[in-house]
């Protein structure tokens, strides 16, 4: 199934620190190899793996290496300082030798078949883009990659998107943190291009932009993929700590804890609330369910501004309250 000697332990890896580079402000790579010699586990373009981080954490880190490569892994950490202490701890406590366990790679955001592929973006969400468009260049593909970042100093990567290899199929957008002044995403896709997928990966504001852009132009949605990262990754989704509340139930008046780490969506399934799902990530829209008092905490890239602030719909896979408790319409 798996090529060479790599360490497996069911299903996790252990994997030596070969080096860590500093890419850009802020953020920092990390080259895994296996602990004990031998080649890893193949990985397809789009996958992560979950890290166990000195701390007791456990984070997700896009593999950015070229997934024909067995030799090593690459992830990208961006430090967050307001974060819960993930990335602080990659940053500060993990050094060249030590030893990591991490699971095998998994892909959330595979890159399926396309005639082309327009690439966006923002921040440490270049890196699931770098393993696609590794795979892309050798496959003979056609893609272009936007890239949207604050300042030269904060973008990552800069010398491989520079490389001939990548040079004419990037353009970076510095928006010295005015997203006005950065990448126009509506004039970017108002072409459609029959055959031409969109991947977007990167805050929540850029992604919302794509979204809108792609449905005023009319994209078909399954030609469209996003991939949220987590608020401590981006810095953008869930902007503060998680507190327990209540959702209440209209139709019955039964009313349900969400403790912080579960979802609404898990709670309601859990108590035998049917509600649909589909990415489970804030991204499709499936689980969108009424609110009929409360104010939600959206952490969705799907819903458009006018939405949020109406507050009378959340997406319940990811979304959570500011106020102590919620009444759905279910
Ligand atoms: S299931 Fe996709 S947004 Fe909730």
Redesign the pocket.
Known sequence: MFRGNHTVAQDSLSLRVQRITPEAEGILSYELVPADGGSLPPFEAGSHLDVHVPGGFLRQYSLCNDPAETHRYLIAVQRDAKGRGGSQAMHERVRVGDVLTTTLPRCDFPLLHARGYVLVAGGIGITPMLSMAHQLQRQGTPWHLHYCTRSPERTAFRALLASPAFAGHVTVHHDGGDPARGLDVKALLATRTGGTRVYCCGPAPLMRAVREATVLHAWPREKVHFEAFSAEATGAIGEHADTEFQVVIRSTGASYPVPPGQTV?NVLRSNGLRVQ???????????LTRVLDGDPDHR?T?LPEAQRTARCNM????SRARSRQLVLDL
């Not at 799902?277 to 689980?287: I, P, Q, V």
């Not at 997406?315 to 990811?318: D, E, G, H, M, S």
Request: proline fraction near 0%.
């Open positions: 969506l799902s589909d990415c489970e990530a804030g991204t499709c829209g499936t689980c969705d799907y997406l319940v896979c990811v």
